[in-house]
């Protein structure tokens, strides 16, 4: 053995003695795990416990509605008041939506996302009779609570951003089942016409300018 591996392998051997020395002297040192059994306190503890109903800071949730999808017990029928319907809610909701949702429920929400393309158990479809009339508190409250195979998901999505998806399953929903009279028709296609014909007139702009 030459001596650099020599001097090599006594530092080693030196390492390893002190440091298991320093970590048994941290470990075996008298003290109780949470919750363990010990005379110290009237309660056979050797902690005491928080008193019954304390509320960590920042966890007091009186508005049910906000955060837990009810009103006087009952599953809500309409976004809390705090939360505001517009453009931004809808955009986030999309984009939580395809990342915490789409995997299973699909983009559009039939159902048919890539995890059941691989043999998931397939949701049911947003579009079905059913599940466009419950209530907006009950989407919360599945996200919240999970159901059947459907995990829950409140530990990782975030109240605000609950409301935002739920949005966005209805506006998912109302995409899917438009009831477009002929004159609504005829106003889509000629607006999409117009639409068509300007982006034409501005490619042809853009060839110009080159
Ligand atoms: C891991 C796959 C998976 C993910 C991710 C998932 N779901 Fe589900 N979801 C399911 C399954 C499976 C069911 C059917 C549950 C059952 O009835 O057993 C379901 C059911 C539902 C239902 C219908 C409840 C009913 O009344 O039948 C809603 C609404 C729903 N999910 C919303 C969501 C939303 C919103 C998200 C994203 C925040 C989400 N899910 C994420 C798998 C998933």
């Not at 030196?14 to 059994?37: F, H, I, N, T």
């Not at 009279?181 to 607006?191: A, D, H, S």
């Amino acid at each position: 053995m030459s001596d650099f591996r020599r001097n090599i392998t006594c530092l080693f051997a030196l390492a390893a003695v002190v440091l298991v020395g320093c970590s048994q002297r941290m470990d075996d040192q008298p003290k109780l795990e949470p919750y363990e059994q010990s005379s110290f306190f009237s309660n056979g503890l050797g902690m005491r416990e928080p008193i019954e109903g304390t509320i960590a800071r920042g966890g007091l949730r009186l508005d049910t509605h906000f955060f837990e999808g009810r009103v006087d017990g009952k599953l809500a029928p309409t976004l809390p008041e705090q939360v505001e319907l517009n453009e931004a809610l809808l955009e986030r909701g999309r984009e939580r939506y395809d990342a915490f949702c789409s995997a299973c429920h699909g983009r559009a929400g039939y159902g048919d996302g890539m995890v059941v393309a691989r043999g998931f158990p397939a949701p049911p479809s947003y579009h079905s009779n059913r599940l466009q009339k419950v209530p907006v508190g009950h989407v919360y409250d599945v996200i919240t609570n999970g159901l059947g195979r459907m995990p829950r998901l409140s530990d990782r999505i975030p109240p605000a951003d609950r409301w935002a998806i739920v949005a966005y399953t209805r506006a998912l929903q109302l995409s899917q089942n438009v009831q477009a009279t002929p004159e609504l028709r005829k106003k889509i296609e000629e607006q999409l016409a117009a639409e068509e014909k300007a982006a034409e007139h501005s490619h042809e702009e853009g060839e110009h300018h080159e």
